[in-house]
């Protein structure tokens, strides 16, 4: 979730983490924002609206929070602000999630966001309103977009093994490694439909859950 501003040439989406749990460290949460950034101001992508060019750029910020009130996050009305929990263990698949497409709140697995610089990134994205791609076979479209799933069928070069047969299972799919941010992407968040008061205008929404951590089953 962010909040999106308009200046002359210019179209900025102000976003800011607030990193809690067991995992999370300052050094992580600063590391996490930046991949953010990185990854989604790569392309400097520009859009049209109305009869107007907008370059777009990212401004994120991550805030270390370790005694995170809940009621901070259940009464935010800031669209800025976004609270992710990072733990070793993630309920669920024991993935990385978001509360929603288009929502300010989630859960970070420690593994996933230290394994690759993407997968924030990729939530980032969620977070924003966007989904995964229908098609996950993506041969002959060279780089893969950020929005793109574990499992995607890709050119060799950017699966896990580039020596193994295309498919599921020995290496065959999408290293998320090789995502990136394209201007398709950033075309994909549908920025000139946003309503701007006084040149300010959400991207995404609030779906306000603090998450207590969570722990493995133990059988």
């Known amino acids: 979730m962010g909040e999106a501003e308009l200046h002359t040439n210019q179209l900025v989406i102000h976003s800011v983490f607030f990193f809690y749990g067991d995992a999370a460290t300052k050094e992580l949460s600063w590391q996490i924002a930046n991949d953010i950034d990185n990854h989604w101001n790569e392309p ?17 910020d991550g805030i270390y929070e370790p005694d995170l009130d809940p009621e901070k996050v259940w009464y935010n ?9 990072i733990e070793e263990f993630a309920p669920g698949d024991d993935i990385s999630f978001v509360d929603g497409i288009g929502s300010n709140t989630g859960y970070f ?66 290293n998320p490694i090789h ?29 306000s859950l603090y998450h207590e951590k969570h722990r493995p089953v133990i059988t």
Do not use: C
């Open 77 to 85: 009305d800031n669209p800025r602000f976004n609270f992710f929990r």
């Open 109 to 174: 697995k420690l593994a996933n966001v230290l394994q690759t610089s993407t997968t924030a990134a990729h939530e980032y994205g969620h977070t924003l309103g966007l989904i995964h791609p229908e098609d996950l076979d993506i041969r002959g479209q060279s780089a893969p977009g950020i929005m793109y799933p574990r499992g995607t069928i890709v050119d060799p070069p950017f699966q896990y093994d580039p020596n193994a047969a295309p498919g599921p299972g020995h290496g065959g799919t999408l």
């Open 44 to 60: 400097q992508a520009s859009i049209r609206i109305g009869n107007n060019w907008y370059q777009v750029r990212f401004d994120i």
């Open 179 to 207: 995502r990136r941010v394209l201007q398709k992407d950033v075309e994909a968040l549908k920025l000139h439909k946003l309503l701007f008061t006084n040149g300010r205008a959400m991207v995404g929404d609030f779906t």
